[in-house]
């Protein structure tokens, strides 16, 4: 099953919440077109913050994690900043990998066990930002 995800705009951040499974899709294909279409809706809202909560089944292995931190590079701009939520704690070494992954590549992303914890940091970081 490809993954199903939505976009619920939240004031200064948007929400993307995605279901499905791993072990069917192309996760790489998957994540890509799902990045694509969130980035493309930050550029019309004007918005740089992303709550990106996953409902995912299965593991993503390695090479599919540095595939998507390495396509998401064209759509990415300095402003942007991804809290991400992994509501499968089976991920969680992976998520760890696909941070260290993306900041490297100077992706400001970060993983949370809550979506609480999400939000807190996607606020602090707006405040700060703000002129």
Not at 39 to 54: S, T, W
Request: aromatic share 10%.
């Amino acid at each position: 099953m490809a993954y199903q995800f939505t976009i619920t705009e939240c004031g200064d951040y948007l929400k993307v919440e995605v279901h499905g499974s791993r072990n069917t899709s192309d996760v790489t294909h998957e994540s890509l077109h799902m990045w694509s279409t969130v980035a493309k809706r930050c550029k019309e809202k004007n918005v740089n913050l992303i709550l990106a909560v996953f409902h995912l089944s299965g593991m993503r292995n390695i090479m599919d994690t540095f595939n998507i931190v390495e396509g998401v590079q064209e759509w990415l701009w300095p402003e942007l900043a991804i809290a991400y939520v992994d509501m499968d704690p089976q991920s969680r070494k992976e998520n760890t990998i696909a941070e260290q992954s993306a900041m490297m590549h100077g992706i400001n992303f970060r993983s949370f066990i809550s979506e609480e914890d999400g939000i807190h940091w996607l606020t602090a970081l707006h405040s700060t930002h703000r002129h």
